[in-house]
């Protein structure tokens, strides 16, 4: 079966920089992408790291080392609309496009 | 997005009776996703689809059953509703060209 660990909850003030860490124990791996879903809606796509390193898109960045089955989600400049739930999900295959995620890590913004 | 939606976005019902949710997109995408989120378990997910009359199960299948007849409709039946069956449900769609999945509003479901 698969794992993905991340952690429960992060609070953290406006213009802070927050990490949100995901570690994974999957069959297979292909990439690793990262969801943002706030209170009551949808979750939104933010990232995929297929490669080890680091992806910036904006505030959020995304980093992957394989080798160490972790990754990371980065908000910088935090404001209070990053106040959500975000969560990590393996793709395990690269002809199996369904995602296993881990159980969400709410971030909690305050002024 | 406009692109998929959901019916009904909230529906009480009892416990034994059969429900059908309903999910439609208009981006001819291929794959589609059923998953069901409660606290504390993230999404997880309960069949998919890669194609018309194409399914499979995913990790929380047993209760639930689904058919694809169109490619724009992907129904999720649940023969006979339990309590433990209460959650939000989302369903979503993706394309083999793209590492996105893009999510439906979800749907509220309370069996009784």
């Known amino acids: 079966g698969q794992s993905l660990e991340q952690p429960s909850e992060v609070t953290a003030v406006e213009g802070a920089i927050v990490q949100i860490n995901c570690t994974y124990q999957?069959?297979?791996?292909?990439?690793l992408s990262w969801y943002q879903q706030h209170d009551g809606g949808a979750p939104t796509f933010l990232s995929y790291?297929?490669?080890?390193g680091l992806e910036e898109t904006g505030r959020f960045s995304s980093f992957l080392s394989r080798s160490d089955s972790y990754g990371y989600l980065l908000l910088q400049e935090l404001q209070m609309k990053d106040s959500a739930s975000y969560f990590c999900?393996?793709?395990?295959?690269?002809?199996?496009?369904?995602?296993?995620f881990g159980a969400g890590t709410t971030v909690t913004v305050r002024a | 997005d406009a692109g998929i939606t959901q019916s009904p976005r909230h529906k009480v019902t009892e416990t034994g009776t059969p429900v059908t949710l309903r999910c439609h997109q208009t981006?001819?995408?291929?794959?589609m996703y059923w998953y069901r989120q409660d606290p504390g378990h993230g999404l997880r997910l309960i069949h998919y689809?890669?194609?018309?009359?194409?399914?499979d199960k995913g990790e929380v299948s047993d209760g639930y059953s689904v058919s694809r007849s169109k490619t724009e409709d992907f129904l999720l039946t649940l023969e006979s509703a339990t309590s433990s069956q209460t959650s939000v449900y989302f369903c979503a769609m993706g394309t083999p060209l793209s590492y996105e999945q893009y999510f439906g509003p979800g749907t509220r479901l309370t069996v009784t």
């Open positions: 999900a393996v793709r395990e295959e690269a002809n199996d496009y369904k995602l296993s």
């Open positions: 689809s890669y194609g018309v009359k194409d399914t």
């Open positions: 981006e001819n995408h291929r794959y």
């Open positions: 790291n297929a490669l080890d």
């Open positions: 999957t069959s297979g791996f292909y990439g």
